[in-house]
């Protein structure tokens, strides 16, 4: 079992910066991947970013050269950089783990608006 736990959430204007923290209960190190997931009202969620264990790193076309993931496997916690952000990246923030088995956290609120 992993307990996730999110923080770093908020209204921010267009534009402007925030970053997620995603604190899992146990060592992160032989995760398989760290994800951040995001669900905005009424649609389906979807893959934001993701860290596999041998270092690399994926974005989706919408936040690429905007978000950054990151993990800090000392701490056991995985980040999400967002920089330029924008009303559409509203939504709700989940972090999620592959251990292989999969596991989320609780969500996050990202509100941007002016």
């Known amino acids: 079992q992993v307990q996730l736990v999110e923080s770093g959430g908020g209204l921010v204007q267009p534009g402007g910066s925030l970053r997620l923290s995603c604190a899992a209960s146990?060592?992160?190190?032989?995760?398989?991947?760290m994800n951040w997931y995001r669900q905005a009202p009424g649609r389906e969620r979807e893959l934001v970013a993701g860290?596999?264990?041998?270092?690399?790193?994926h974005y989706a076309d919408s936040v690429k050269g905007r978000f950054t993931i990151s993990r800090d496997n000392a701490k056991n916690v995985v980040y999400l950089q967002m920089n330029s952000l924008k009303p559409e990246d509203t939504a709700v923030y989940y972090c999620?783990?592959?251990?292989?088995?999969?596991?989320w956290g609780q969500g996050t609120q990202v509100t941007v608006s002016s």
């Open positions: 999620n783990v592959v251990t292989p088995f999969s596991f």
């Open positions: 146990r060592s992160i190190f032989t995760f398989n991947a």
């Open positions: 860290s596999t264990s041998g270092g690399s790193t």
